[in-house]
């Protein structure tokens, strides 16, 4: 995605390549936000590297060393079957890192455009397009799933679609409301009334200015669709057992809470790392791109 | 306004007949059907015919959606087909949970968010905004089902101070009513309350960077005062938003949460309904539901209106 | 439309006032809880004595003369409580105190006189008179006679459930109002545990199927009357004091609640904390420890249930019988009980478990994991990499478990297991399309020997999914199903139960035991075989 400036009247368009160079050292500059890189690289490296890590196998069950807690051969405990929860974590973050990004991105890229063009356009348009996102989000998320994967068979994929999918209207009901606020700032008048093409004055001028709420929705998104991962996968929809997502490990580990928590805990601080450093990310971004809350930090940075 | 409403009440009912269409497409692409679920594994072909012959079920698929259509337009939504009872009962029986449920959970999330979210901001970059960004993620990360467990085992099971589960009506005994209440509200409000949370600082923070603010500063304002006259009053409409989502959210019905908590909420009812293939009570349910949504969202748009002046209604 | 700049803050100090009136009114309601809590403690604490009536409703328990009421948590909910249109158990725990059958499974399973007092078969076998026990009254004061069996027993053949358990009756026809005739059309020596083996055969009264209210306001004979259900105050029974034998000074509790608990832990909770007295089940990696906790007794007995896998015989390589003993042998039933069931269960190769002493096989050809073995079977039928669609559904989740470990066990051969776990609808559908290389799933509630055999492996029959047929089998059920003598019935059926055990129609893999719990205050009450749940007798100790 190639930014602008989002107020032409501070300031004229610079050439794009030296913006994005600007976008990236406000952003490395930013301590956390730093952090949140390192860990997720680690974590893509992580899935990536899964089955050469893990020291177990997935299903490697062995019921007389079932809930035995963590130890030096089991760093994380062993699960009701026995089975290493550290390599099921490990392995499992292939499937939630994907479901994750897939599913929230699948949302992004349908919902912020249905709720710039609801938001800008107004009228007729704005009707549909939202009486359509509220008949979608009306549907329990679970039959929605349920028919999906009636529809396209049951898989991973599928699963993202479908949790992409619940998310869609969120994410078209948040940049929807910002945009009707942002429409009516000074500057995007005046770029309307200059005759400035609509296509432009969405992208370049509304949507770096409506991105605050959506970058936060997204990181919370991103959260939620690891969870949901595990209802789906009750219903066939999701990765299928013994295969281990992270959703779906909480969920079972629920069962046995009080003779084993580890079961939980471990695939929970996962998901919490994940989302953590992807919010911190988020931040970071959120502020380098916003020209005027830069400009903010750097005036109080000067008069600390 | 009231042109605008109209036109606002015409496109929900629009939008309701849409939403029956699909729940309707859905439920027969579905695998399974009523009769075969009713079966369980004791299956009988002769009585399987009879059966789908007796609901209607063998007829097309056309027929069947019009034969709805043409009840619920006089307000008969039908019988749910498990157990015969009408449909409408049935979820009305169910909305006195679920309505208490949601504005509990949005009352302890509004509670918990507006103060995280504000402090967080104006001390943006600080500790205490750190130490609510983790919390407010951590209550992100931790599903329902996990929390609602914990909070059952201490203060259930450990400490005795509440009951773990069921729902009493207030009628019957209002202090009942409300110990039953209060461990599941807290374990849905405190994670919507988390989102709400991201959400207010978020919009706190673009505000407090908008420029009549600095002049506001430059006056010598005190900082609760710009806060309050200049900030949030600028704030609002991306809470709004969010805000009305997690209530549509909540008025469907928590189908976790009043799983473990045995609340007799319609998340509940629609799983079952789903489980069932029940598509007359789905219908219900679900057209129950896409009311609340389609009205909620009206409240919030109206809202917008008011909150800032120029934005028109259309 | 433009509104002037005074109106956010309107809006603003509208929210305000809403929020800090919200505020005030929760702090009083707070302040109360916490009286109510501390209140409940001591209560609590009482019941930890014992006092669990005190505990059970807090909210209706006046001083003086408190009623007896049982406070029972089921996992599921009744879907209707209609009992010949039900397959629900959660339903069939409630109707079990509701209505009665002519006779019925007793203490030790055999059938024992009910709304019958005695029966009489034929010289040919083909007709059974049921004498009919005089001044028993339907819960709505009707007097119940002959005509109400017949009304039953014809609706049931037309529209229950169950009506393929009548599947050997030509005629039900009532002699008098106190003599029931059942003519067959050929012998049938299980007629009893048919006709009466559960209250999915309940006698019904007439005027509540012709008016309708039967799904909601089951008006029965049994020990206990259906007083109301509502989602927040679930169902309610109160004694019968017209019940039959109330001569005997039965039922004894004045009533009973039950509650709809989804959550097996919450359920086990409320159980530890005294709201209820009484839960259905228990996850099984709990029974161990709650055997041995204060206050609680836990039931246990072995059932009748057996879980087992079957493969698609209708798909290759699975019709081969080579590939399919490979299996049986290759897996390991203990394990497989052991992770699911957590000891809570008995593996075995038959269907019958051994507490049903009377038609048990003692049959275990299989070697438990013998990889070696098996490999030698797969080689034998030219059987390489193998890989199995196994379906299963997390609506029963301990086939999930199942399937996981046995995925573990059939490693070793290079056996691959795709499990594909979807919801019960989805199963049933699955699983009559045959679509699925196996499927496991359990069969609960049987007593004769026909309900284990005959509508699973005779050829062509409704349950019979994984496409088995041999005819030396078809042959033995059918004989068996006619055979009068209890002797030659068993020997009939040991014979084909070895068969169906070594054609791997179906692979055994346990008997679950059934399993309740309830408060030590609870007494008189038993957990059964067939896992009915009978209050009658039931007390609570103050």
């Known amino acids: ?132 996102m509220d008949i979608l989000f009306s549907f329990p998320a679970i039959l929605l799933a349920i028919a999906i994967l009636a529809v396209l068979g049951p898989g991973i994929r599928n699963a993202m679609v479908a949790i992409g999918l619940v998310y869609t209207p969120i994410f078209a009901r948040i940049t929807r409301g910002s945009v009707i606020v942002v429409s009516e700032e000074v500057y995007i008048r005046a770029a309307r009334s200059l005759g400035a093409r609509d296509g432009r004055i969405i992208f370049r001028h509304i949507l770096p200015n409506v991105l605050a709420p959506i970058i936060v929705q997204t990181t919370l998104s991103l959260a939620f669709a690891i969870l949901s991962e595990a209802a789906l996968s009750f219903l066939g929809l999701g990765v299928q057992p013994p295969n281990p997502a992270w959703g779906r490990m909480l969920a079972e580990g629920r069962n046995f809470f009080q003779q084993a928590p580890w079961m939980g805990i471990f695939p929970g601080v996962a998901i919490l790392v994940t989302v953590m450093s992807f919010n911190f990310v988020g931040d970071g971004l959120r502020d380098a791109l916003d020209p005027k809350q830069k400009s903010v930090i750097e005036s109080r940075g000067q008069s600390v | 306004m009231s042109q605008f409403l109209t036109k606002r009440i015409l496109q929900m009912l629009v939008a309701l007949l849409g939403v029956s269409i699909v729940v309707f497409a859905l439920i027969h692409l579905v695998p399974g059907d009523p009769v075969r679920v009713a079966l369980g594994t004791r299956f009988d072909q002769d009585l399987y015919d009879m059966l789908r012959e007796r609901s209607g079920l063998d007829r097309p698929f056309i027929e069947q959606y019009f034969a709805w259509l043409g009840n619920a337009l006089t307000g008969d939504l039908g019988l749910s087909f498990r157990n015969s009872q009408p449909v409408t009962s049935l979820v009305l029986e169910r909305l006195p949970a679920t309505i208490t449920l949601a504005f509990a959970a949005l009352f302890v999330a509004i509670v918990v968010a507006l103060p995280a979210g504000i402090i967080s901001a104006v001390r943006s970059g600080k500790p205490l905004d750190y130490a609510v960004s983790a919390a407010s993620q951590v209550g992100i990360s931790m599903p329902d089902f996990w929390a609602g467990v914990m909070y059952i085992l201490l203060f259930a099971l450990t400490l005795r101070w509440l009951p773990s589960s069921g729902y009493v009506s207030f009628l019957e005994s209002p202090i009942e009513w409300l110990r039953h209440l209060v461990l599941p509200a807290i374990t849905i409000g405190l994670i919507s309350g988390s989102v709400i949370t991201r959400f207010v600082r978020s919009a706190v923070l673009e505000a407090l960077n908008q420029d009549y603010v600095r002049t506001a500063r430059a006056k010598g304002l005190s900082e609760w005062r710009i806060i309050r006259r200049h900030v949030l009053p600028n704030a609002w409409i991306p809470i709004v938003t969010v805000v009305g989502l997690q209530l549509g959210f909540l008025m469907g019905g928590l189908v976790v949460v009043e799983v473990i908590f045995a609340w007799p909420g319609l998340g509940r009812l629609a799983l079952t309904a789903v489980k069932d293939r029940d598509f007359t009570l789905l219908q219900g349910a679900v057209l129950y539901i896409a009311f609340m949504f389609l009205t909620i969202n009206l409240i919030v748009d109206l809202i917008y209106v008011r909150l800032d002046p120029r934005v028109r209604v259309s | 439309m433009t509104r002037s700049a005074i109106r956010p803050k309107w809006v603003l100090m509208l929210l305000a006032i809403a929020l800090v009136a919200a505020a005030c009114g929760d702090d009083d309601a707070e302040t109360t809880t916490t009286a109510a809590a501390a209140g409940t ?24 003369a408190e009623p007896m009421v049982l406070v029972a948590a089921q996992g599921s909910e009744p879907d209707t409580l209609d009992p010949h249109l039900t397959s629900a158990y959660a339903s069939f725990q409630v109707l079990e105190n509701v209505y009665d059958t002519l006779v019925q499974p007793g203490d030790d399973l055999s059938m024992e006189p009910a709304l019958a007092e005695s029966w009489t078969i034929s010289a040919d076998n083909l007709t059974w008179t049921f004498v009919l026990r005089q001044g028993v009254k339907f819960h709505n004061g009707r007097e119940f006679v002959a005509d109400d069996v017949v009304f039953s027993f014809e609706r049931i053949i037309a529209e229950g459930l169950n009506g393929w358990r009548f599947g050997s009756v030509e005629s039900v026809t009532a002699v008098d109002d106190y003599t029931v005739d059942v003519t067959l059309t050929v012998p049938s020596p299980n007629l009893l545990v048919s006709v009466a083996g559960f209250k999915g055969m309940a006698i019904v009264a007439k005027e509540t199927v012709e008016d309708g209210t039967i799904a909601t306001n089951p008006v029965g004979t049994g020990p206990f009357r259906f007083v109301s259900q509502s989602p927040d105050g679930g169902i309610v029974l109160e004694a019968n004091s017209d019940f039959w034998r109330a001569g005997e000074g039965l039922p004894i509790l004045d009533g009973i609640r039950f509650v709809q608990i989804p959550d097996a832990g919450t359920k086990l909770t409320a159980l530890r904390t005294g709201e209820v007295d009484w839960i259905d089940a228990v996850p099984p990696q709990d029974v161990d420890g709650l055997s041995s906790e204060a206050g609680i007794t836990v039931g246990r007995v072995p059932g009748g249930d057996y879980h087992y896998f079957a493969l698609n015989q209708n798909r290759p390589p699975f019709n081969d019988v080579r590939v399919r003993r490979a299996i049986a042998t290759a897996i390991n039933r203990t394990e497989i009980a052991e992770a699911a069931q957590f000891g809570a269960a008995t593996a075995n190769q038959t269907a019958i478990p051994a507490s049903n002493g009377s038609w048990h096989l003692d049959y275990a050809p299989y070697q438990s994991a013998d990889i070696a073995g098996a490999q030698a079977l797969l080689d034998d039928a030219g059987v390489a990499d193998l890989s199995i669609d196994f379906l299963v559904t997390s609506d029963f989740p301990e086939t999930v478990t199942q399937a996981q470990v046995i995925a573990a066990q059939l490693a070793p051969l290079g056996i691959t297991v795709n499990i594909v776990d979807v919801d019960f609808g989805t199963w049933l559908d699955m699983e009559g399309n045959g679509e699925f290389d196996a499927f496991m799933l359990s069969w609960i509630g049987n007593i004769d020997p026909d309900d284990f055999y005959y509508a699973q492996h005779h050829t062509g029959e409704w349950a019979n999914f994984q496409g088995y047929s041999n005819p030396d089998v078809d042959a033995l059920l059918d004989a068996a199903r006619v055979e009068t003598d209890s002797a030659a019935r068993k020997a009939l059926y040991d014979q084909a139960a070895a068969m169906i055990v070594d054609d791997a129609s179906y692979i055994y893999l346990y008997n679950p035991d059934n399993i309740n719990a309830w408060s030590d205050a609870v007494g008189g009450y038993a957990t059964r075989g067939d896992n009915a749940i009978r209050f009658v007798g039931t007390f609570l100790q103050p």
């Open chain 1, 1 to 132: 995605m190639t930014v602008a400036p989002s107020t032409p009247m501070e300031r004229l368009p610079e050439k794009p390549v030296s913006r994005s160079r600007e976008i990236w050292q406000t952003l490395i500059a930013n301590r956390l936000a730093v952090a949140g890189l390192v860990v997720l690289a680690l974590l893509v490296l992580m899935a990536v590297l899964a089955e050469v890590i893990a020291p177990f196998g997935i299903n490697d069950i062995d019921i007389p060393n079932r809930l035995t807690g963590p130890s030096m051969s089991h760093w994380f405990g062993t699960d009701d079957l026995g089975r290493d929860v550290l390599s099921r974590v490990i392995i499992a973050s292939r499937v939630s890192l994907q479901v994750g990004f897939i599913a929230v991105g699948f949302a992004l890229a349908f919902g912020v455009p249905i709720g710039l063009v609801a938001g800008y356009y107004r009228g007729k348009t704005d009707s549909i397009l939202m009486r359509l």
């Open chain 3, 41 to 64: 403690t001591t209560v609590t604490t009482a019941g930890d004595d014992g006092d669990t009536a005190t505990t059970a409703a807090p909210a209706t328990t006046a001083a003086a």
